[in-house]
């Protein structure tokens, strides 16, 4: 069965950092694309960023460009979100999502939620 | 900024049919941009139903069919059933490795 278990979430400061985990099983992680998707309290979805296989490619939303960085560890079957320079508006919960055929989001976590207040 | 559009709300008679678009404010829809589409109940992660314009992911019942239609893609939703009550997002994939979602579709089965 796959799972995608996403940890690291919390409530932090405007101007602080954040780094979000995400563990993968049940599938061939290294085999695969992985993306961040957030959802603002009662909004809707918003692709964050994309990984490509074995960590050689990232692209990211232009509004996290510069901030967010995402990477891979194929060995310990984790994504990872390093988020900085936190911003009220990037308060939601954040999904990782895998792709199975590269341009879709096949697997999903069950989000953790990152609280940018003061 | 292109945006992807979907309609905010839409509603649906048990054992209806109804079928929900995802457009571009500038520009269509083709299978270039890989459509795919999610089911979302509140307080739930999202769920694949469609990927690659009409591909359904696997445990997806066959009432849930994708497509497109003239310019935009499109979900229908065949003999729709309560539990069909959700919100539905297409995503598309504008190229250099970018994704957008639509604002979303709230349906509404009564």
């Known amino acids: 069965e796959v799972q995608l278990v996403e940890s690291g979430g919390g409530l932090v400061q405007p101007g602080g950092s954040l780094k979000l985990s995400c563990a993968a099983s049940?599938?061939?992680?290294?085999?695969?694309?992985m993306h961040w998707v957030r959802q603002a309290p009662g909004k809707g979805l918003m692709w964050v960023s994309r990984?490509?296989?074995?960590?050689?490619?990232?692209t990211y939303a232009d509004s996290v460009k510069g901030r967010f960085t995402i990477s891979r560890d194929n060995v310990k079957n984790t994504l990872y979100l390093q988020m900085n320079s936190l911003r009220a508006e990037d308060t939601a919960v954040y999904y990782c999502?895998?792709?199975?055929?590269?341009?879709?989001?096949?697997?999903w976590g069950q989000g953790t939620l990152v609280t940018a207040s003061s | 900024q292109t945006v992807v559009t979907q309609e905010p709300s839409f509603s649906v008679s048990p054992g209806g049919t109804v079928t929900l678009t995802c457009g571009l404010s500038?520009?269509?829809?083709?299978?270039?941009?890989?459509p795919s589409w999610y089911q979302q109940t509140p307080g739930q992660a999202p769920r694949t139903l469609i990927y690659s314009t009409n591909t359904r992911s696997s445990g997806v019942p066959d009432r849930f069919s994708g497509s497109i239609l003239g310019n935009k893609a499109a979900l229908t939703i065949t003999g729709a059933q309560a539990d069909d009550e959700s919100d539905y997002y297409c995503v598309l994939y504008m190229g250099s490795g970018i994704w957008v979602f639509g604002g979303g579709t709230k349906l509404t089965v009564l």
């Open positions: 049940g599938f061939t992680f290294s085999s695969h694309w």
């Open positions: 999502a895998g792709a199975l055929y590269y341009f879709d989001f096949a697997y």
């Open positions: 990984i490509k296989s074995d960590g050689s490619s990232a």
């Open positions: 500038s520009g269509s829809v083709s299978t270039d941009y890989f």
